[in-house]
């Protein structure tokens, strides 16, 4: 047998733990890790999520307590999501540009403790329209222009309330270069866009809306402005577009499905690029671990691993909060 592998055993580098980690290629620390959390109205609400388990739609109070959780767990971002109110939803969604909203006065909350954590928010119409897209409409037809304009100004208030980081997550043509502009000319240079450039029309967004109040909503798909899962190529030029617009940094949403997209958006761009762990991803796996068919926890940290080595900068995931905290104790 050595005759044959000529000395060369690959095995020696997996024989013990230590070895292991010795060679370790990729890695996976608290830094990589973006928190998405859900908001409602109310005080002192922990409301469960029936489709994605231990995840919890939270009160604005609420979530300045777990804020102060993932700065104590060194989880560097939140990302806020509203479930909001049916009567509060419109066909154009104005509820997005009050400056008392969910998003908005969690934002300015979690601000007032001062707390070494940046805020992500989303931009897009979705949670706040009475058919539940991302856009305004004409009949049947999302209209992509007057869109962009009351997402610029979604923007702006986000960011008046505190957001540092505004996340575009609505696929209209030329947004992101509209919203750098409307910040620029309001003196919110600093204010960051992680920019969704390859947002595919997934079936995999079903907890998610379900989290947010779209399922029962939605009339339709979002098809005519959400990517065709077939597509790659489209993936570049929708990136080439938006670092010429002027995003901080790229997504690809939905994540395990796309890897080969994550892998070639950073092989291409070497920009900051970030992957979505959507709901069904995650539900998928709590799902068949709570049946006894796989082992969660490794799941878990197998599928957050293969972001890192597709070449993703961070993940957005529901397990973020326990991640974390197993990171933590294995120091």
Known sequence: MDEILGGRRMRRNRR???????????????NDLIWPIFLVEGSNVRQPVPSMPDVKRLSVDEAVREAEKAEALGIPVLALFPYTDDALRDATGSEALNSNNLVCRACREIKKLGLNIGLLTDVALDPYTSHGHDGLMDGETILNDETVDQLCRQALTQVDAGADIIGPSDMMDGRIGAIRSALDGAGMRDAQIMSYTAKYASAFYGPFRDAIGTNA?????????????????????????????GADMIMVKPGLPYLDIVWRLKDT??????????????????AAAN???????RAMLE???????????????????????MLAKAK
């Open 291 to 297: 049946n006894g068919w796989i082992d969660g926890e």
């Open 16 to 30: 013990a733990d230590w070895s292991r980690r010795l060679v370790r290629e990729t890695t996976l620390t608290v």
């Open 269 to 286: 761009f070497r920009m900051p690029t970030y992957a979505y762990q959507v709901s069904g991803e995650y539900a998928m796996i709590h």
């Open 217 to 245: 909503t939605l009339v339709g798909d979002k098809r005519t402005y959400q990517m065709d899962c077939a597509n790659t190529d489209e993936a570049i030029r929708e990136a080439e577009l938006d670092i010429a617009e």
């Open 303 to 325: 599928s957050l691993m293969a972001f890192k080595r597709a070449g993703a900068d961070g993940i957005l995931t529901y397990f973020a909060p326990k991640v974390a905290g």
